[in-house]
């Protein structure tokens, strides 16, 4: 069996891309992808099975890059204003062409699922991080039945809610954390 060349499907995966920043998500197809790339379409699926499996990994590729990029981004001191920062960022990156991907992704099954919780556990180290890097945060509300891992996929599932809902409360929601997670909730407004 030959190997397949990564260059070749960073070729495939930037041809799509393409298409898809100038002609739409509808224009993306293994023919276009071919032909954008010089080669022919059976070529194509020797790196991908299908129109979703590109789809995923343009999808994949995007939120790596998107979560590399808010680590990098956010700036507040305080871990709550930190968790808003990293919603106002992920907000606006889904407005943008991450919700239109992850709206194209028909029948990508478990496959999909499997690549959104990668890095929904991304998102989640994240918080982690950030969390231990906040010496403001109360440290004895933390023991086997309340971890920051538990804590963190929390965070994670109900910030995903909200980036869903068309007009978010991301203030309840960040009213709760302080609450929980900070000795007065006035300390960190």
Same mark, same amino acid.
């Given at each position: 069996?030959?190997? *397949?060349?990564?260059?070749?499907?960073?070729?495939?995966?930037?041809?799509?891309?393409?298409?898809?920043?100038?002609?739409?998500?509808?224009?993306?197809?293994?023919?276009?992808?071919?032909?954008?790339?010089?080669?022919?379409?059976?070529?194509?699926? /020797?790196?991908?099975?299908? *129109?979703?499996?590109?789809?995923?990994?343009?999808?994949?590729?995007?939120?790596?890059q998107t979560l590399y990029?808010?680590? /990098?981004?956010?700036?507040?001191?305080?871990?709550?204003?930190?968790?808003?920062?990293?919603?106002?960022?992920?907000?606006?990156?889904?407005?943008?062409?991450?919700?239109?991907?992850? /709206?194209?992704?028909?029948?990508?099954?478990?496959?999909?699922?499997?690549?959104?919780?990668?890095?929904?556990?991304?998102?989640?180290?994240?918080?982690?991080?950030?969390?231990?890097?906040?010496?403001?945060?109360?440290?004895?509300?933390?023991?086997?039945?309340?971890?920051?891992?538990?804590?963190?996929?929390?965070?994670?599932?109900?910030?995903?809610?909200?980036?869903?809902?068309?007009?978010?409360?991301?203030?309840?929601?960040?009213?709760?954390v302080k609450r929980l997670?900070?000795?007065?909730?006035?300390?960190?407004?």
């Amino acid at each position: 069996m030959r190997k *397949k060349d990564d260059t070749l499907r960073e070729t495939l995966l930037d041809a799509a891309r393409s298409i898809s920043d100038t002609e739409g998500i509808g224009a993306v197809n293994i023919r276009s992808i071919a032909k954008k790339a010089g080669i022919a379409a059976g070529t194509v699926y /020797n790196y991908f099975s299908s *129109k979703d499996d590109i789809l995923l990994a343009l999808t994949e590729e995007y939120w790596k890059q998107t979560l590399y990029e808010m680590n /990098n981004t956010i700036s507040a001191v305080s871990f709550c204003a930190q968790l808003q920062e990293i919603f106002i960022f992920l907000r606006n990156r889904i407005s943008q062409s991450a919700g239109k991907l992850m /709206n194209s992704l028909g029948s990508t099954g478990t496959a999909g699922q499997m690549r959104m919780l990668s890095m929904q556990s991304e998102l989640e180290l994240i918080f982690i991080s950030r969390m231990k890097q906040d010496p403001g945060l109360r440290t004895e509300i933390w023991d086997k039945t309340f971890t920051k891992e538990q804590f963190a996929h929390f965070l994670m599932i109900n910030i995903m809610l909200l980036l869903k809902e068309e007009t978010p409360d991301f203030d309840f929601f960040l009213t709760i954390v302080k609450r929980l997670i900070y000795e007065s909730e006035l300390e960190n407004r």
